[in-house]
């Protein structure tokens, strides 16, 4: 079960000629942008990048926090302001036991459900679960 809490902090964004999905996590009362490292690692201070909102792209501006070393595909940015709304999402592993189900949301080849008000106007990622 995918709930509203994880739903509404997955976004859809671009970068050049590449799409992409980020996250937001709260930590220490701010708000970050996680996501692949491939698809930012140009970054080196800040940048614009895009965000799918109400059919459109629009301009982000971020400021990268951290690109994650060697072989670890995570990069982490900043906004100047919150992007989803605050919904509690602790970010840890505990309590996970071997075998239970994953979920991967995302928007693979720039696919997206679009629901409108439903999600604050951004698009639903699709979801895969790994059973």
């Not at 997206?112 to 106007?121: C, H, P």
Request: proline share 4%; glycine share 10%.
């Amino acid at each position: 079960m995918i709930t509203t809490n994880v739903i509404q902090r997955t976004f859809h964004i671009s970068i050049e000629n590449s799409t992409g999905t980020c996250f937001t996590i709260d930590v220490d009362g701010k708000q970050y942008l996680v996501t692949a490292k491939h698809l930012v690692e140009q970054i080196k201070n800040t940048a614009k990048i895009r965000i799918y909102h109400e059919n459109q792209w629009k301009d982000l501006q971020v400021t990268l926090v951290g690109h994650c070393e060697g072989n670890i595909d995570i990069s982490v940015m900043a906004a100047g302001f919150q992007l989803s709304p605050t919904f509690e999402l602790e970010p840890t592993s505990g309590g996970m036991i071997y075998g239970q189900d994953v979920y991967f949301l995302g928007f693979p080849y720039g696919m997206a459900g679009q629901v409108g008000e439903l999600n604050r106007d951004f698009p639903l990622p699709f979801v895969l679960a790994c059973t």
